[in-house]
């Protein structure tokens, strides 16, 4: 009987860069399958190919199915997969993308333990939004008034300039169509900004719930992430998407979306804001891509090898060695 993927499992440096592939791919009321290292989607339309190696992000709509081998392969490239609902523009489930090292993570992990330095991450993501102002001795309270009064006066600036009206923001959960095109615009922007966020968190083996603005929730560091790119890449693309009329205003905002972001090489931005927002505190050689490898903690924070026996001090020109399972 014959097997799928018997080659053997691809290691990061083999892959194609988060930063160079393709942001994201909606697919809806179609069947996914695999056929050698591409992903297939047959519809009543036909078949058609798709390289998984260059997908940063699979969103999966309503009436897809998807077998095993497609989600290995994609698993095996790093591609992340996102369950969305009816147009795209409600988070279900994500699959988690290859990774290998736990640096960034333990990075990460390591400034949000500490109430000080979770707050100079912080105040550090706000001086991404706005760099003509100094946050550095701003209390998080004052960080969120900065914060809300930056998207109300986006809102106001996109509805001049578009010519769509705007009177505030206002979400129906579980009701998509209840919203005006504008709003149903922004929350198909923001859905899939909240993608394309957790698929690059989840490829730098980041921790999706550990948050430095948000709190609370399994997605927080995501949140935190998407937020940075709402003003300038977000939003705008979904007005110009509501200005071109109200029909089908979810799908025209995803092809707009993905445009802007494809032409701002928004996956390769994020990826550098992550490492320069969770490296900030390591020295220079340390904010190079560790090694894929595994190490034991001894004592003063020193790293040992692994696959060692470490019970008895080892003997001159013999060391003890036990086998890795």
């Not at 333990?113 to 309270?141: G, K």
């Not at 998509?176 to 989840?202: E, K, L, S, W």
Request: net charge neutral; with cysteine; charged share 25%.
């Amino acid at each position: 009987m014959s097997t799928v993927g018997r080659r053997g499992t691809s290691t990061p440096r083999e892959l194609t860069r988060v930063g160079d592939r393709v942001s994201f791919v909606y697919l809806e009321r179609c069947t996914i399958h695999r056929e050698d290292n591409a992903i297939t989607a047959t519809d009543a339309d036909g078949v058609t190919h798709i390289p998984s190696a260059t997908i940063g992000t699979l969103l999966l709509g309503p009436g897809t199915r998807v077998t095993h081998p497609a989600m290995s392969v994609l698993g095996e490239c790093g591609a992340g997969v996102v369950w969305v609902g009816e147009r795209g523009v409600r988070f279900y489930a994500g699959g988690r993308a290859l990774t290998r090292s736990s640096h960034l993570l333990e990075a990460q992990a390591t400034a949000w333990a500490n109430r000080r330095t979770r707050l100079d991450v912080a105040r550090a993501m706000y001086r991404l939004r706005f760099p003509a102002d100094d946050p550095s001795t701003r209390t998080r309270q004052q960080l969120l008034n900065m914060e809300g009064r930056r998207v109300k006066e986006c809102y106001r600036h996109e509805s001049v300039r578009t010519g769509v009206p705007w009177r505030r923001r206002d979400y129906h959960h579980g009701d998509f169509a209840a919203g005006d095109p504008a709003n149903q615009a922004v929350t198909a922007a923001a859905q899939c900004m909240y993608g394309i966020a957790h698929t690059v968190v989840a490829a730098l083996g980041c921790a999706a719930g550990l948050g430095f603005v948000h709190s609370g929730h399994e997605r927080s560091f995501v949140l935190d992430i998407a937020d940075l790119y709402k003003t300038d890449i977000g939003i705008p693309a979904a007005f110009d998407a509501a200005a071109q009329g109200e029909e089908d205003v979810a799908a025209r905002t995803r092809r707009a979306l993905r445009d802007r972001i494809n032409t701002a090489g928004l996956l390769d931005r994020c990826v550098r804001d992550i490492k320069g927002l969770l490296l900030a505190h390591h020295t220079p050689h340390e904010t190079d891509d560790a090694p894929d490898q595994v190490s034991l903690q001894s004592d003063g924070g020193l790293l040992v090898e692994s696959g060692r026996n470490y019970d008895h001090p080892p003997i001159e020109g013999h060391a003890w060695e036990e086998p890795v399972w």
